[in-house]
């Protein structure tokens, strides 16, 4: 996304004229979450000097840093369970937008997590996962593209001492152990990974009647 983010974070990019995570917070105020966890790292000041505590958005908001090095989706995860507690939790990406309908979601697990997938955009033609009568698999068909969006269970990630690491490898070994359920949302999504992306996001929300 450079030029765009030498110094600002990916998620506070302006469109539709407010900061993309901005839609996410007012999004799950919403749908009723009080209780919110911010994780940044590259300018994550912007984020807290924007956000605050949260009480301008209705909500409580607590940040965790991951400070000069990264920690990747599954990183930067384990990095803020003390802040999350013991019961599943929502975790949203910071560079997505979407109307997906937060409240419509049930914090309660039988395994260890809750996919949202969506429809293969261009980019990403061959999907992530495969998804069969509500249980998320590593392989097969149909396959759909991980939304960003997913409920977890604390304990998917005890085992994992804290350092860098992707979220996708921790997925899969829970799919093989048929821990993984999972859901298909098909309304409007973006994955903000390219200006380009980021423009037509702007022309989507520009329209009359779209925000």
Do not use: C
């Not at 607590?62 to 975790?91: C, H, M, Q």
């Not at 429809?119 to 069969?132: C, E, I, R, V």
């Not at 698999?137 to 304990?155: K, V």
């Amino acid at each position: 996304m450079r030029p765009l983010t030498d110094n600002l974070p990916k998620p506070m990019l302006t469109v539709g004229g407010k900061p993309l995570l901005q839609y996410h917070v007012e999004a799950l105020a919403r749908a009723g979450f009080t209780e919110l966890v911010i994780n940044h790292a590259h300018f994550g000041e912007r984020i807290e000097a924007w956000f605050a505590d949260g009480a301008a958005f209705g909500v409580q908001i607590r940040y965790s840093a991951e400070g000069d090095s990264p920690l990747e989706t599954g990183g930067g995860i384990k990095r803020a369970l003390p802040l999350l507690g013991d019961s599943p939790f929502l975790v949203v990406n910071g560079d997505i937008w979407t109307d997906f309908p937060f409240e419509s979601l049930q914090l309660t697990l039988a395994g260890l997590a809750h996919l949202v997938l969506v429809p293969n955009p261009t980019h990403h033609p061959h999907g992530d996962f495969a998804l069969t009568d509500g249980e998320v698999h590593s392989a097969g068909q149909p396959a759909y593209t991980y939304s960003g969006i997913g409920i977890y269970r604390p304990a998917l990630f005890h085992a994992i001492p804290e350092h860098t690491f992707p979220l996708a490898p921790l997925l899969r070994q829970a799919m093989w152990d048929h821990q993984v359920a999972g859901q298909l949302y098909q309304g409007p999504w973006f994955d903000i990974g390219a200006p380009a992306r980021l423009a037509e996001l702007e022309r989507y929300l520009t329209q009359p009647g779209k925000q």
